[in-house]
């Protein structure tokens, strides 16, 4: 079974981010073919600008766009802001959107988001779905991972990732998700 | 009849964007009582970051509140990206969306969008009604404002706001907007 | 304090509707200006169909819409069928938004779900806060209403709402559409 | 190159569609290896009801689900009422949505909407990808068919598509999705 060469990307910036904590605990709840990189970080890159663009990509979103463009899938994990997608995280995917070799065509993805509040993100990701539809992405259905009342599912000390439920739904969806890279490539 | 302070808040940042231009037509279509402000820029504001928050809100943060908090009412007019929200403008509802007198709550809002494409940026607007609604504002039905083709909307010199059906749906939406703040202001 | 006259359409047809119990736990959680009066059936509509309309619209979708524009206000409360709102309940809508005195012009609106799922609904709430705003309704804000895991919320036999948090949330609910209905009436 | 056995499935009832005469443009613009075939028909369903089920699925109910058991791919052609999904045809996929051997999982869908509006049905599109997601479809992306201004597109008797970007984008979507179900199948 090919190894399967999986890129992160985290939607929060902050140090004691769940979502964060969420990746960290992606490798040791993957299948056995399946590794993690993290993407370059997004929040070097500029607010996009038409006319900045027609100078030139910034590299830091080139950097980016070759991450993308070099994993067999992609999983987005980050929080929910006023019930969307966290302006930061966004702005990194309008930049490579405007690429000639558009660096998410293409790509199987995976989605995943971790709240304090009871919905644990669901209503981002609705919209990261038609976001990445647009983008040309293979969009990974069931399950889902949404890890509500995170403050609960974490140890408060380390931020590993404690709670058997979710580890479980994670199992199952990175299990999913493997098997849906092979599937759907082209 | 009150004079109504309304704040515009343009989503592009190009000097030749549509939207800047839908937003510069305002003033000759609205009711005589209403007024119109640009908000302060959304570009020099760092993306959001909870660990910098603790330090304190960027003071342009708290300009774009403070103007916000100023305003009767609020219009954004912005492009879609990627079938939703374009990330810079999404990255100030983020910095504010966190203070303690939150400036959006209660504010009646109305939603105008442009795109060169066939739906005029309509999927982005139903991403900003649920953001909008989640910050507390009353916002505005209908009539909506697409603005799509705007390449054809919009003289390519002056870039002035010369097609006719597209000035009557936005001196509609005017109208109806300034009926609404009055009806639902607390 | 003007009596506010509230009514509830519930989009669930079986007998032990955990949203039906919902509405049945509304008038002890209420403001005491606030009575409740559930609306005619909508299983009786036929399916929406155009030609049907040209020769005049079913008498069970008059009745629909006569209750409807009795109304101070309306509480619609309804599970959510893979992700979105229920066809039969839809249907009733479909059918009165094709009347020439449109009934939901202008109500003011408040959302319920109740589901056994982890999100008690929430998906189908965003679809049908879009629908309504085509209709023409307010559409009460926050908070909002998700009773998830309801087999935990509800008494098994009487199916009477027992869980405090669920209690405390619908009465802020209620308090606060009441206020909202004074305030945003025409 | 094998056959392809697509379903279609119309949303709307009424005998002059523009809906169901797009559907009956598809042969003459598909791959020559695409047939198509008409689902049974949805308006003979009886409204979904939890207490109907537990004495037996409807026969109309176990008709629609076999069609779409049957099938290599399917296509929805549908109106938009009310911004989102029409309840009659909602309907359907809430009761084949109980089967144990549920018909739509795994099954390649693509998309069409027309309308006589300037968004040809676009708000709905979005809301039937979340309901069909759920239900374990491979979901075909971009292009996507709008047939806006619906009315300007057939001819006005024989109902005959004559529109020639309409025909080219039905045709692109077409090859584009026998393209994509050769891909995702398993």
Not at 51 to 60: H, T, Y
Not at 106 to 119: C, E
Not at 133 to 141: S, V
Request: with cysteine; proline share 6%.
């Amino acid at each position: 079974m090919a190894n399967l060469n999986v890129l992160t990307i985290c939607g929060s910036l902050r140090k004691k981010s769940y979502n964060a904590a969420l990746v960290r605990a992606l490798p040791e709840l993957a299948p056995a073919n399946m590794t993690f990189k993290a993407s370059p970080p997004w929040e070097t890159i500029p607010f996009y600008d038409a006319d900045v663009q027609e100078k030139g990509f910034p590299q830091q979103a080139e950097d980016f766009a070759a991450a993308v463009r070099a994993a067999d899938g992609i999983i987005v994990t980050t929080p929910e802001y006023n019930w969307t997608i966290p302006g930061g995280l966004k702005n990194a995917f309008d930049w490579v959107s405007r690429m000639k070799e558009q660096p998410f065509k293409g790509k199987p993805v995976a989605l995943q988001s971790a709240s304090m509040g009871p919905l644990g993100g669901a209503r981002m990701q609705y919209h990261l779905r038609m976001c990445m539809t647009y983008l040309g992405c293979d969009i990974f259905g069931l399950p889902e991972v949404f890890v509500m009342l995170a403050q609960n599912k974490f140890d408060k000390d380390s931020l590993k990732l404690t709670d058997e439920a979710t580890r479980k739904i994670v199992t199952l969806q990175l299990e999913g998700f493997g098997k849906y890279i092979e599937r759907v490539k082209a």
